[in-house]
């Protein structure tokens, strides 16, 4: 993977396994509470991403795609996650009716789908996971936000 101290991680995914691995490394590498936006068109890659996660801290069952219900929960080693697709959302106020505040606290590990549908309401991520579609393969960027998004890459190099 190509690396450099602050520059964003980029990797070339050339199919599901390798996204569900990196995947796997990102998930070790989060504090307890972290704030994840998943970027990048329909059907590139983001729930299979969030799917590698959930099965890197033991979570066996299907991962339902949120996109109806808004939110998924999980209690996962002891601590609550919640995985958003925001794809569905009309207005970023909706967030504010739906107690977006509550799943947003500091010991939660939140993952969220479509975030530019919550501009506006939804603070800034820690850390944004970007897939771009290239063919039937995709390129992943991690782009830290915060200084506990940059401790994350440093952990994932
Ligand atoms: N690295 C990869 N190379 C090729 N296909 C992949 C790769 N990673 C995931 N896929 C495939 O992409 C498809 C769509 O994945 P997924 O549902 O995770 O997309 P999504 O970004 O969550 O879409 P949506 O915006 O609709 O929620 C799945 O069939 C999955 O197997
Ligand atoms: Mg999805």
Known sequence: MATQAGKPVKTHLPDEPSTLEIADRFYRALPSGCLVFLRGNL?????TFVRGCLRAAGYQGKVKSPTFTLVEEYSLQNRPVYHFDLYRLTDPEELEWMGMRDYLRP????????????????????????IDIEGSTRNLTIVAISSIGAKVMEAIK
């Open 43 to 47: 059907g590139a890659g983001k729930t």
């Open 107 to 130: 010991d939660a590990l939140c993952f969220i789908e479509w975030p530019e549908r919550g501009e506006g309401v939804l603070p800034k991520a820690d850390v944004e996971v970007v």
